[in-house]
């Protein structure tokens, strides 16, 4: 029986190379001491990513450095400009590297959107990968 090659990710990525993202991503956002790291894997869900991480920051400074920091990180380890939304205000961040979706929030706006939920849906595989205190 011959092997089958594995799938390709959503937006026709190499599976290895969606997870090297994934991984930059969740230690950018650790190294820059985050708060509340969850990956929701989107994979069979949604076509829009694999997967979308959700952090928190502390203040608008922090998650605005956050998103900026990380969007220059993808660029130079990986040639990819990623799109942001929302940095003026810095209360939440859309940053879109074709199959990581980040979501960075201040802790209020975080709590009234709730995108864990919406996006769970029930599943158990939605991970915390960090708890900053």
């Not at 026709?12 to 820059?32: F, I």
């Not at 608008?60 to 998103?67: E, F, G, H, P």
């Amino acid at each position: 029986m011959p092997d089958h090659p594995a799938e390709p990710a959503v937006n026709g990525n190499e599976p290895a190379d969606v997870e090297k993202l994934h991984q930059a991503v969740l230690k950018s956002l650790d190294d820059d001491q985050a708060v509340e790291i969850t990956t929701i894997p989107l994979e069979g869900k949604s076509n829009i990513a694999d997967h979308m991480v959700i952090a928190s920051g502390r203040s608008t400074r922090q998650v605005a450095a956050m998103a900026t920091k990380l969007a220059e990180k993808i660029k130079q380890e990986f040639g990819k400009s990623v799109r942001i939304e929302g940095l003026p205000a810095a209360d939440w961040v859309l940053i879109d590297a074709d199959d990581v979706i980040v979501h960075l929030f201040r802790p209020e706006v975080r709590s009234f959107y709730n995108l864990e939920r919406m996006w769970a849906f029930g599943d158990e595989r939605v991970t915390a990968t960090a708890q900053g205190g």
